[in-house]
């Protein structure tokens, strides 16, 4: 059974798309059939993973509005077993566009139910929003993964994201669920991330994934050249962490 997990925190910059490609590739890598659906506008997922935006024809957008087949959209990465659903900005006009249309927030559902069984995972890179983009990922998603980046005011804004999904739960999705939250760009070495972590254990306890992501350069590098950290830099400590993170989620999901 395909599991589908979104990926979501409507701050920005929190390591959303660097988890969404490094976890993606980490499980192709782990012989799962992945498909990544970047569901940004800003598509740097579709970019971080190598694809030259201005080749591509039809995207999501075309999809979601019906005007193209989602099967004749997905492309191949350098990864065997991955392979990616890509954006372009015009998916800034779904929002608009959609404003007043019939369960619109079931559009991302139907296109990816042809793909069922295709894939072990499907992979939903959000916005940094929690736009209608974002509300269609919560219900077409059988989990949602929170990145949570190790800062002071991480934890401000979390309840809202909670609160939506608790809503998302009770009307559109009934089986939605915390795949769990991710302590992203973790020091160990200050006082702030091993404050921000603690307090995230405790509060959230079982929710918070054992694997932390360290801060770490390569993993920083990686998108500019269009790859992911194992291709890119196999042997960091991003590498290895995102690895583990594949390999949690996995013996979660057996
Ligand atoms: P989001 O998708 O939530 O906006 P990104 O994944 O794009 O966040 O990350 C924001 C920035 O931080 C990017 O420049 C990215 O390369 C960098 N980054 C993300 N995670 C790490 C990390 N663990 N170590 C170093 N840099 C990181
Ligand atoms: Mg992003």
Redesign the pocket.
């Known amino acids: 059974m395909t599991q589908i997990i979104c990926i979501a ?1 409507q ?9 969404a490609i490094n976890l993606a590739a980490a499980l192709a890598l782990s012989a799962k059939k992945i498909l990544l659906v970047d569901c ?1 506008p800003q598509a ?1 997922a579709t970019t971080g993973i190598g694809l030259d935006k201005s080749s591509l024809g039809q995207t999501l957008y075309h999809a979601l509005i019906g005007e193209a087949r989602v099967e004749d959209l997905i492309c191949n990465c350098e990864i065997e077993g991955l392979h990616i659903l890509p954006s372009r900005v015009e998916l800034i006009g779904f929002e608009v566009e959609m404003m007043g249309a019939p369960e619109r927030e079931k559009l991302l559902y139907r296109i990816l139910a042809p793909l069922q069984n295709r894939y072990d995972y499907i992979l939903l ?1 959000c916005p ?1 929003s929690l736009s209608l983009l974002t509300l269609n990922a919560f219900t077409a998603a059988d989990s949602v993964l929170i ?1 949570l980046q190790s800062e002071f005011y991480a934890l401000e804004g979390l309840g809202q994201l909670l609160q939506t999904v608790k809503r998302i739960k009770k009307s559109l999705n009934t089986h939605l669920r915390i795949a769990g939250i991710l302590l ?2 973790f020091d160990g070495r200050t006082n702030l991330s091993t404050q921000v972590a603690e307090d995230a254990e405790q509060y959230f306890k079982d929710l918070i994934f054992k694997t932390r ?5 390569r ?2 590098e990686a ?1 500019s050249f269009g790859q992911s950290i194992f291709i890119y830099a196999p042997a960091s400590k ?1 590498a290895q962490s995102y690895m583990e993170l594949a390999e949690e989620l996995m013996r979660a999901s057996s």
Request: proline share 15%.
């Open positions: 925190n701050k920005g910059g929190v390591g959303k798309t660097t988890t940004d740097n890179d940094p990145p992203t760009m992501i360290p801060r770490n350069v993993l920083g998108p991003g």
